[in-house]
């Protein structure tokens, strides 16, 4: 469809400089106090509770999934090794704008009457006055959770099981509804528990993985750091001679596929973060930084860097996880197949299960009719299975104009609520710094 293609490649080229500059503005207002006391920082993390903790993994098993494989094999072949620099980039936009949306859907949660709490980004555009565009933003998300949560996923698992061990894809989706629709349907509480014991492992995994094929690669490293470098701002990469900078092709794709792994500025994972018992709204918001850096600072940047060290030209016909697997059978020869389409699964199956609390989340926003429930499980279990089956070209492109116009409805949001973020990041301060208004400039009023 090459309407939705331009109008996706329109959006998402525009999207990276609003990220960049909200970010910028976020981290200019807070003065760096993130990355200026990391020792603090990391204090503020670890003395809260289990809970909040636990939060993080859910929303993390939403982030770290196939955009961490397939999202950055597909970033490289079509932006070129460009594409890891700008996901570097944004990714330090993305800490300090997840950490604004999670702080301030923290502030606007409310209990849900069963001991937990409901709340998140369409929950805080109804608390600034933004109602139309929190049902638009629910309505957006929805979607998205079909098509990325269920669709793409279960097609980058069809895809490797099927080269790995010739699993039919119906199989493979049908697998995948088995173990899935019993959990959601449990809830939130029965996904974050889940999570929390499944993805600090597959994360471990992956993690030695990828670094078993860099440290046996480890002599082509310079050549790679200098050619992500130079590709960055390769005036070849450039999509229009007019925007210049600003629309280069490594850029707008690298900037894009970050986003999509990390999902920084969109608006989503608050919707984990608001389950967590914190009581400071900022402090759970830094993880939220952390959440970030995990993902992107860390598997992200090891996938890109075992791709380009083991596979210094990329051979025609191979695109996804094939890559991934074809880097990965360097180091762990015809074991490679099974290691990734193992590890694959996992990374799928924790991002199936938080998007479909995303879901829920936002269908709650919309209708407590209890057939609306029943409804969606049926429509997720539908984009499992098809997803499985069907080329996921389509559905990429889907995925990026549905993520962009969430992102710019999230922006919108933080852009209107600037002023109380950075009131509520005061409870960040040591008692004696808060009086002076340092490091944060002096709050005013909500807008």
């Not at 994972?269 to 759970?284: E, F, G, K, L, N």
């Not at 051979?315 to 694959?344: E, I, K, Y």
């Not at 199956?349 to 609390?357: G, H, I, K, S």
Request: hydrophobic content about 50%; some cysteine; charged content about 10%.
């Amino acid at each position: 469809m090459p309407f939705l293609s331009y109008f996706a490649g329109l959006l998402t080229g525009a999207m990276p400089v609003a990220l960049l500059l909200l970010g910028l503005y976020f981290i200019l207002r807070l003065r760096c106090f993130p990355f200026r006391h990391p020792l603090r920082t990391a204090r503020l993390l670890f003395s809260g509770s289990g809970a909040s903790l636990r939060a993080t993994w859910m929303a993390l098993a939403g982030t770290v999934g196939v955009g961490n494989i397939t999202g950055v094999a597909i970033a490289i072949t079509t932006g070129g090794a460009g594409s890891v620099f700008w996901m570097w980039l944004c990714s330090l936009s993305a800490m300090i704008l997840k950490y604004a949306e999670i702080t301030l859907s923290m502030a606007d949660r409310r209990p849900d009457g069963h001991g937990g709490y409901r709340g998140g980004t369409p929950y805080s555009m109804r608390v600034a006055g933004l109602a139309p565009l929190g049902s638009l933003f629910a309505l957006l998300c929805l979607g998205y959770t079909l098509l990325i949560g269920g669709a793409v996923q279960a097609n980058a698992v069809a895809e490797c099981l099927f080269d790995s061990f010739s699993l039919s894809p119906a199989v493979c989706g049908g697998l995948l509804v088995l173990l899935s629709l019993p959990v959601i349907a449990g809830g939130g509480q029965r996904i974050s528990a889940l999570t929390a014991r499944l993805v600090p492992l597959m994360c471990f995994a992956y993690v030695a993985a990828t670094l078993a094929v860099i440290v046996s690669h480890r002599a082509a490293l310079p050549g790679v750091v200098a050619t992500i470098l130079r590709e960055a701002f390769s005036p070849a990469a450039a999509a229009g001679g007019g925007l210049g900078f600003f629309s280069a092709r490594a850029m707008r794709v690298g900037a894009a596929r970050g986003l999509m792994s990390n999902e920084g500025g969109c608006g989503t994972s608050p919707m984990a973060h608001v389950t967590a018992a914190a009581q400071t709204p900022a402090r759970q918001g830094l993880f939220g930084i952390l959440e970030v850096f995990v993902d992107t600072t860390v598997i992200c940047t090891l996938t890109a860097l075992a791709l380009l060290s083991a596979l210094p030209t990329l051979p025609a016909g191979h695109s996804g996880a094939s890559l991934v697997r074809l880097a990965f059978s360097s180091v762990f020869g015809q074991a490679s197949g099974a290691l990734l389409s193992l590890l694959l699964f996992f990374f799928a199956y924790a991002t199936v299960l938080c998007q479909a609390f995303y879901a829920q989340v936002c269908l709650g926003s919309l209708t407590r009719a209890r057939g609306a429930g029943r409804l969606f499980l049926f429509a997720f279990g539908a984009s499992l299975l098809l997803g499985a089956i069907s080329t996921p070209a389509f559905v990429w492109k889907a995925c990026d104009l549905l993520l962009a116009v969430m992102t710019i409805c999230n922006l919108v949001l933080l852009w209107r609520q600037r002023n109380r973020i950075v009131s509520l990041s005061a409870e960040l301060l040591p008692a004696g710094q808060k009086k002076s208004g340092v490091p944060f400039s002096t709050p005013r009023p909500p807008a």
